[in-house]
């Protein structure tokens, strides 16, 4: 006997409903014979159809469109993770990238910063904002925590900074990189309408980022490397690695390793014999 396919969205919403709390949602809780949401009361909440939500849950009437999924997300307080779930079992694809900015991060993901004692490690947005730093980034890279939150963009600083384009052993090739890095990253996480106000702000600031935006180049920021002009450690090379943050794709974390054992060696004692301040040592503009 044919068995039939599963319905997999059906039984994941199915499952969703189930945990919602009626009363905490305003809803009277007599008379359930189940537990959670009854389907007219998602769909009242999605506005839509009874019938066409009873339909998803059946597998029947065909795949629910976009903008469906969406209402059904809100009407269940899918998070993001969950959205993207109902995507993938009703359409075959992840939904379209919603930009949201940060602030600051997660206690949780300051956590994992903070665990990397001796290697510098920052998370930033598709902007390029740093939003989070260990106190290895401090001590290497500068104290984020002395400039002004507008001020701690990556781009503002290459281009419009002195001490931090001095302190770039290729700033060229830098900044061509980090230009070309934006835009990809920029439209990766919908941010386009975001980064519009920061690109028009440096091209007004500085010719070359306009000369440089206008090429149209674009290029990925995975994985790299980084030759530095240390004020205490000289010239210091590092490794560069970028890590998206799961059920965020408005940020990376950016991992800086030395890659020669002298330059870990370095790092090492630097941050051993730094004060207990933020920054440790008197590195005041950063170098990025």
């Known amino acids: ?70 209402r059904i ?27 949201r900015g940060s602030e600051g991060i997660s206690p949780r993901l300051q956590g994992v910063l903070d665990a990397m004692v001796y290697t510098p490690a920052t998370v930033r947005t598709a902007t390029w904002d740093i939003v989070g730093w260990n106190r290895a980034a401090a001590i290497i890279l500068g104290d984020y925590g002395a400039r002004p939150p507008g001020r701690r963009n990556v781009l503002r600083m290459i281009f419009c900074d002195p001490a931090v384009r001095a302190a770039q052993y290729d700033w060229d090739s830098v900044a061509r990189t980090l230009v070309a890095s934006l835009r990809v990253d920029a439209a990766r996480a919908g941010a386009d309408a975001e980064v519009a106000p920061l690109v028009e702000e440096l091209c007004r600031a500085s010719a070359e980022f306009a000369a440089m935006w206008r090429d149209n180049d674009i290029a990925g920021h995975a994985h790299g490397f980084k030759r530095l002009r240390h004020p205490v450690l000289g010239v210091l090379e590092m490794d560069i690695s970028s890590f998206a943050v799961e059920g965020r794709p408005d940020l990376s974390m950016v991992v800086y390793a030395p890659n020669t054992p002298e330059g870990i060696a370095a790092v090492r004692a630097l941050i051993e014999r730094s004060d207990d301040g933020p920054a440790g040592s008197d590195q005041r503009s950063g170098t990025v």
């Open 73 to 99: 997300s809100r009407a269940l307080m899918l998070t993001e993770v969950e959205r993207e779930h109902i995507y993938l079992l009703g359409l075959g694809r992840p939904p379209e990238v919603r930009y």
């Open 1 to 70: 006997m044919a068995t039939s396919e599963p319905n997999r969205l059906g039984d994941y919403l199915r499952a969703r409903r189930s945990r919602l709390d009626p009363i905490a949602l305003g809803l009277p809780a007599s008379r359930r014979r189940t537990p959670g949401l009854r389907r007219e009361e998602v769909a009242q909440r999605a506005n839509i159809s009874p019938t066409w939500y009873t339909w998803i849950e059946q597998g029947r009437g065909g795949n629910a469109s976009a903008d469906v999924l969406d």
